[in-house]
């Protein structure tokens, strides 16, 4: 198989705090991995790209400096909500892709992110 | 933008009858594509992916596309309550963003016993 996990399943936070939130890949190696977001009745939209020992690539609109990225590792990747608001609370999402498989992205179960 | 399109559904067919779920795309020079199965509360799960023109069979279901007219589908045979949920097409995006993904809104499927 090819089993993606994250933690924590479920913050909950005060507005003003960061979260870390970590996935890995558990039996397989991946040099990419992405992250995306979920917000109610939407479908998920991607916030970056997170590439083995270099620099995330973040999409339009996402904020680098409040979404921390850092892939240390051919099997963990985390994500670092800095400074969390309301607006933020939200499914995140991560996903890994195998090597030698490429274009066939692997998901995590997701972490439900609620920002009081 | 490059956009994915699907119907929002509800979907809504019997136990046992086939369930066809459709996809639209404007990337024309995206290459590959899947489906997604999304449970309520959960995160996607991968069905199956198709790169080539045609059908591709896999269990009890079909996916096909059609490059030209942009278009992939998704046929689930003998359809079950366990099959209800929201079915994502994902479309891959272009090499800036590696494999990434563009999805879908997502179509809600529901089977009735």
């Known amino acids: 198989g090819a089993v993606v996990s994250q933690h924590p399943s479920w913050v909950i936070c005060k507005s003003g705090t960061s979260v870390k939130i970590e996935c890995r890949s558990l039996?397989?190696?991946?040099?990419?991995m992405f992250w995306y977001r979920q917000f109610p009745k939407q479908s998920l939209m991607l916030m970056a790209t997170s590439n083995e020992g270099s620099k995330a690539t973040y999409e339009q609109g996402v904020e680098k400096d409040k979404f921390l990225i850092n892939h240390a590792s051919l099997t963990l990747s985390t994500l670092t909500v800095t400074s969390a608001h309301p607006e933020d609370s939200s499914f995140y999402i991560c996903?890994?892709?195998?090597?030698?498989?490429?274009?066939?992205?692997?998901f995590g179960p997701g972490t439900r992110l609620l920002v009081l | 933008q490059k956009e994915v399109e699907q119907n929002s559904g509800p979907l809504s067919v019997p136990e046992g009858a086939i369930a066809s779920l459709n996809c639209t795309y404007s990337?024309?020079?995206?290459?590959?594509f899947f489906w997604y199965r999304q449970y309520s509360g959960k995160s996607p799960e991968l069905i199956m992916f198709?790169?080539?023109?045609g059908d591709k069979e896999d269990g009890r279901f079909t996916a096909q596309l059609n490059k030209a007219s942009q278009y992939v589908s998704l046929l689930i045979r003998d359809s079950q309550p366990s099959d209800s949920a929201t079915y994502l097409c994902a479309v891959n995006m272009d090499s800036n963003s590696g494999y990434a993904l563009n999805f879908g809104k997502g179509t809600s499927l529901l089977v009735t016993p």
């Open positions: 039996d397989f190696q991946a040099t990419t």
């Open positions: 990337d024309r020079g995206s290459q590959s």
């Open positions: 996903s890994a892709v195998r090597q030698g498989a490429l274009e066939t992205q692997y």
């Open positions: 198709i790169y080539s023109n």
